[in-house]
């Protein structure tokens, strides 16, 4: 696997519960999408664990690949999701989405600015009104 995509702005305690429509666009540089990291908190001790699922989206909207995981709430900082048959093949520079979900228990990590080829999303909308934010993800791929 190698680091195609990440963002790597600094956290600063915003995050926003996976139970919500939560997605992050970006825009890959190599052709077939292996996984995808993303950086949690927990939002609502609970449960030892929850399930979450991971969704690829084109840029039409259309699930192109899903994973899900049983994640442990003592061990969610980050979480990698490895799509089967070593991947998805994606065509470079056009836009895909990473669609997280689950119950209460976690949270997605969130900047205000970060990631410059991509944005998060809240049900449908900005994450933010009054500025762009990106989730703390990582995508790998191969060639």
Known sequence: MTLDQENTAAWKNAWTNVVNDVQQSFTPSLPKLVAAEVELVLANPGPPEDALTMTVLDSGGRSIAVVSRTVPAADCAQVLFVFRNGGVKISPGQLYSLRLSGGTTFGWKYVVGGYEN??????????????RSTFRFKTFGRK
């Open 118 to 131: 991509g944005s998060a999303s809240f049900n449908g909308q900005p994450l933010l009104r009054d500025a």
